[in-house]
């Protein structure tokens, strides 16, 4: 009987040594954010952003102009030609907001694609931290609800990331 209990307890003993995994969070979102090369990156996005604001409320106000004018002749030139400086600047607004929103994919694909390329230097540093600090499981925070402070690596992978990379090539 004795042996039995002490096989039992052994047996218990092994299974919850190798069940025990040390499991770290991360947050990748606040690395993005918060990291040099993701600042230099939000600030060359918000650059062209801005550039593209400009030149959109400048179009934006020369098409109200021109709608302006239009209407202001409505009853001084023929219903014909009315209706044909009205089909024009109808064509030159669909043209426009069909840039617009070419500019905006193209500024979302451009973040993507620079996002990609960092999370492509961030993964070895990662899986480096990890194997170095025998952590078996990192999981991202947006999906922990509650988690001790010192399973938090956000930090230090934070600081390698800045000792590895600054700017990114655009």
Do not use: C
């Not at 040099?36 to 409320?57: A, C, M, P, Q, R």
């Not at 024009?88 to 905006?104: A, F």
């Not at 480096?128 to 947006?142: A, C, D, E, G, H």
């Not at 938090?152 to 600054?166: E, P, R, S």
Request: charged share 30%; no cysteine; glycine share 2%.
């Amino acid at each position: 009987m004795k042996k039995v209990i002490l096989f039992i307890i052994i047996f218990l003993n092994i299974f919850s040594l190798s069940a025990s995994a040390k499991i770290a969070y991360i947050d990748i979102n606040l690395i993005l954010k918060t990291s040099d090369v993701g600042k230099f990156l939000n600030s060359h996005i918000e650059k062209k952003k801005s550039e593209y604001l400009i030149k959109h409320k400048k179009i934006e106000q020369e098409l109200i102009q021109k709608e302006k004018n239009l209407l202001s002749q409505k009853n001084i030139i023929s219903e014909k030609d009315f209706d044909e400086k009205y089909n024009i600047l109808s064509q030159e607004v669909t043209n426009y907001r069909k840039k617009k929103k070419l500019n905006i994919n193209d500024l979302n694909d451009f973040k993507i694609e620079n996002t990609k390329k960092i999370l492509e230097v961030l993964n070895p540093i990662i899986t480096n931290f990890v194997n170095l600090n025998s952590i078996s499981i990192v999981i991202p925070k947006k999906n922990i609800i509650v988690g001790k402070k010192n399973l938090d690596i956000t930090d230090q992978i934070l600081k390698l990331l800045n000792k590895n990379i600054n700017k990114l090539n655009f």
